[in-house]
């Protein structure tokens, strides 16, 4: 397992922006899958966006066009930049980490998570 801290939380109005970071500690193997998901008080967990060397970007379809998800392969910080943000956007964001895969995965599948950081969306 790996520490990962988010960071980047924050309140802003209906299409605003907001960009997320996550550090992660010691340093992960190369075919790592790394992830967002979020996770609301009247939602289960949603995985929001992954990102790995084999399959690229995925996206939820609520964030398509949205959100982009990117990682420094060298330092392995792992990013979300999220524009035109709406009011079902609020939840929980974690920042998640595999060492399998993307492709296929659950998020039982991925074994170091971060604490979290708030994002709030007013309308």
């Known amino acids: 397992q790996v520490q990962l801290a988010e960071s980047g939380g924050g309140s802003v109005q209906a299409g605003g922006s907001l960009t997320l970071s996550c550090a992660a500690s010691p340093s992960l193997y190369g075919n790592t899958c790394m992830a967002w998901f979020r996770q609301s008080p009247t939602k289960e967990r949603e995985e929001v966006a992954t990102?790995?060397?084999?399959?690229?970007?995925t996206y939820t379809d609520s964030v398509k066009g949205r959100f982009i998800i990117s990682k420094d392969f060298g330092t392995n910080n792992l990013r979300l930049q999220m524009n035109s943000l709406k009011p079902e956007d609020t939840a929980m964001y974690y920042c998640?980490?595999?060492?399998?895969?993307?492709?296929?995965?659950?998020?039982?599948?991925?074994?170091?998570w971060g604490q979290g950081t708030r994002v709030t969306v007013s309308p």
């Open positions: 990102i790995d060397r084999f399959s690229g970007t």
């Open positions: 998640a980490a595999s060492p399998r895969r993307c492709s296929g995965l659950g998020h039982s599948d991925f074994n170091s």
